[in-house]
Structures are given as structure tokens and as C-alpha cells.
């Protein structure tokens, strides 16, 4: 089993910024990606961004290119996300999660952190 806490979420102006990250705890012995996934009440959960355990490729959704940045500490078992320029359609909850290596979806999940833009 692996445990995710995240942190960092909070209320902040429209072109502010943010970071979250994200601790895994458990069974960390083991290789996996991490990404990160936004949900707002009524919509279905989406994908953010995402960083492999081998050579650290990241990927992002077109809607957060040039403003987010993900990175990770594989010695603290953590992923950050760095929220440059947001906006008031940034606010969700901001979700971790990490994909076990041969798992063919993100099968850990944290608790969720919220996010709120104003504008």
C-alpha cells in the first residue's frame, strides 16, 4: 500500500501562484509515476500533469502548458506542482496520484487538496 498526502492548496488572486506537493508514504520501495488530476463538484475528475519514474518525462494538458510545472524528489518519495499564472477555471480540488509500474492506471490516490482562484 502506498499513502499520498498532499499540501499547499489555498485561495490565491487570479495570476498568482501556488505549489502543491505530495508525499508518499508506505510501500515506497517500489517504482511508480505521479501525476497530479483536478476535479470541480459536478465535472468529471481530469488530468494535470504527469512525471515518469524512469528519466522524469513530464506531461501536461494542453490547458496548463507554460504555467504548471511538475518535478519530483524520488529520495523524499515526493511530486510537486508549481502553479504559475493562474485562473479563476484553475480552482478545483487537486488530486496526487501514482501508477505502480506495470499498472496500466494511477492506482493510489491522496486525499485532495483545494485550490480556489479568484478573479
Known amino acids: 500500500q502506498v499513502q499520498l498526502v498532499e499540501s499547499g492548496g489555498g485561495l490565491v488572486q487570479a495570476g498568482g501562484s501556488l505549489r502543491l506537493s505530495c508525499e508518499a508514504s508506505?510501500?515506497?520501495?517500489?517504482?511508480?509515476?505521479m501525476g497530479w488530476f483536478r476535479q470541480v463538484p459536478g465535472k468529471e475528475r481530469e488530468f494535470v500533469a504527469a512525471?515518469?519514474?524512469?528519466?522524469?518525462?513530464?506531461y501536461y494538458a494542453d490547458s496548463v502548458k507554460g504555467r504548471f510545472t511538475i518535478s519530483r524528489d524520488n529520495a523524499k518519495n515526493s511530486a510537486y506542482l508549481q502553479m504559475n499564472g493562474l485562473k479563476p477555471e484553475d480552482t478545483a480540488v487537486y488530486y496526487c496520484?501514482?501508477?505502480?509500474?506495470?499498472?496500466?492506471?494511477?492506482?493510489?490516490w491522496g486525499q485532495g487538496s483545494l485550490v480556489a482562484v479568484s478573479s
Open positions: 496520484a501514482v501508477r505502480t509500474i506495470g499498472a496500466t492506471e494511477y492506482n493510489y
Open positions: 512525471i515518469t519514474w524512469i528519466g522524469s518525462n513530464a
Open positions: 508506505g510501500h515506497t520501495g517500489i517504482n511508480y509515476d
